[in-house]
Nanobody, 120 residues
Framework: QVQLVESGGGLVQSGGSLRLSCAASGSISRFTVMGWHRQAPGKQRELVAVISSGGITDYADSVKGRFTISRDNAKNTMYLQMNGLKPEDTAVYYC??????????????WGQGTQVTVSS
């Protein structure tokens, strides 16, 4: 079982910055992929950014150039640096990890979420 705890959310003005953290129980080096997702009121949860165990990253088009995902294996923590925040970034942000051990053995875990609110 993997425990994930997000922190760093809050209220910020448009154009501001926040850094989200996702602290995992145990070593994150075993996680195949780590990512951030978000869900705004009345909308489906969407992928924001992902980072592989090898450090390869990918981002949703809406956040490219503004958000940066990273991971610190020594601290068992993943981060999401969010710059140039916009009101449309307002959502609950969730940490997600996927562990793939074989073609038919895959586990996925979610954090409890942290609220990000961007005022205009």
């Amino acid at each position: 079982q993997v425990q994930l705890v997000e922190s760093g959310g809050g209220l910020v003005q448009s154009g501001g910055s926040l850094r989200l953290s996702c602290a995992a129980s145990g070593s994150i080096s075993r996680f195949t992929v780590m990512g951030w997702h978000r869900q705004a009121p009345g909308k489906q949860r969407e992928l924001v950014a992902v980072i592989s165990s090898g450090g390869i990253t990918d981002y949703a088009d809406s956040v490219k150039g503004r958000f940066t995902i990273s991971r610190d294996n020594a601290k068992n923590t993943m981060y999401l640096q969010m710059n140039g925040l916009k009101p449309e970034d307002t959502a609950v942000y969730y940490c997600n990890v996927v562990i793939v051990k074989s073609s038919n053995l895959r586990s996925e875990y979610w954090g409890q979420g942290t609220q990000v609110t961007v005022s205009s």
